[in-house]
């Protein structure tokens, strides 16, 4: 009886499911290759914001001071910046973004471009500031 009873909960470990966690992205610098900064917050404050960019649409120019990163769900975006770089994600890519450096991104593909995207900044502060036009 033991026996069995010893093989039941073997078994049952064997089936049962188990939690799995795997970096998507880690890194000291952003998807251009430059070091992220060094900063320190008073108060930090976390932001995650859900983005949806309609095929076809760009974004204005702007730019983060703020590191962030975020997942592309759905859809292809291409990101440029002023002095050529671009980067192409498709859905499921991963990016650290540029942090000062200015940017925008143009959905590329025909279906919605769904993004998330978690910041980390000094409680109140913003997290994305749109450029002046010249």
């Known amino acids: 009886m033991l026996k069995l009873l010893s093989a039941t909960l073997m078994f049952a470990s064997l089936t049962a499911g188990a939690a799995t966690s ?14 992220l900064p060094a900063y320190s917050l008073t108060q930090p404050e976390v932001t995650i914001k859900e983005i949806v ?15 962030n990163a975020g997942i592309l769900l759905s859809g292809e975006l291409m990101v440029y910046t002023r002095d050529g770089k671009k980067k192409n994600l498709k859905a499921g890519d991963t990016l650290i973004e ?27 502060d913003k997290v994305t500031i749109l450029d002046h036009k010249h």
Do not use: C, M, R
Request: aromatic share 8%; proline share 7%; charged share 20%.
């Open 22 to 35: 795997k970096d998507l992205i880690k890194s000291t610098e952003s998807w251009d290759g430059n070091k």
């Open 98 to 124: 540029l942090v000062n450096t200015s940017h925008y991104g143009k959905n590329i593909s025909s279906e919605p471009a769904k993004i998330v995207v978690f910041y980390l900044a000094e409680q109140g």
């Open 53 to 67: 960019i309609a095929p076809g649409e760009e974004l204005p120019w702007h730019q983060h001071p703020v590191i």
